[in-house]
């Protein structure tokens, strides 16, 4: 993961707000639940990248930061780290997005990899071409 840094890192690619079904019995929100936007939101931005479907296939060094409230409206950042033959790595952060009056506040991070997969849910490749485009854009 990247230095830690007092503003979003990557791209907006998932905002929603924490409703009270999505809390546990201390009125925090569940873990599981962020971690589905999360998934959410990187399953966005490598579909777009790799112009088909995707699966996630791990998740790596995840760290919550700070509970989520009931009326929180989180955003979720991504960033490419890495694209392999039929694979991305993603950094996703997940922040808490306050009004313009107050700082964001960084409430998770972790980096989650994705498979390309076609209609059957097999493994395709992602082509040259999009992966040139990837690194004439960094």
């Avoid at 409703?19 to 009125?27: E, F, I």
């Avoid at 639940?33 to 966005?44: E, K, P, Y």
């Avoid at 777009?48 to 700070?66: D, E, P, Y």
């Avoid at 808490?96 to 409430?107: G, K, L, M």
Wanted: with cysteine; charged share 20%; proline share 3%.
């Amino acid at each position: 993961m990247t230095e830690r840094l007092n503003h979003p890192e990557g791209i907006l690619s998932l905002q929603n707000i924490a409703m009270p079904a999505d809390t546990n019995w201390s009125g925090d929100v569940f873990g599981g639940w962020i971690v589905s936007q999360m998934d959410l939101a990187g399953a966005i931005h490598v579909e777009r990248l790799s112009k088909g479907r995707c699966a996630t296939i791990a998740i790596n060094q995840m760290t919550f930061l700070v509970p989520v409230k009931v009326g929180n409206v989180i955003s979720c950042y991504t960033k490419i780290l890495k694209i392999g033959n039929s694979s991305v790595q993603v950094q996703i952060e997940v922040w808490n997005s306050h009004d313009d009056s107050r700082d964001p506040v960084r409430i998770t991070e972790g980096v989650f990899t994705f498979v390309a997969v076609d209609v059957n849910g097999n493994k395709r490749v992602i082509s040259d071409e999009v992966k040139q485009a990837y690194v004439a854009n960094l």
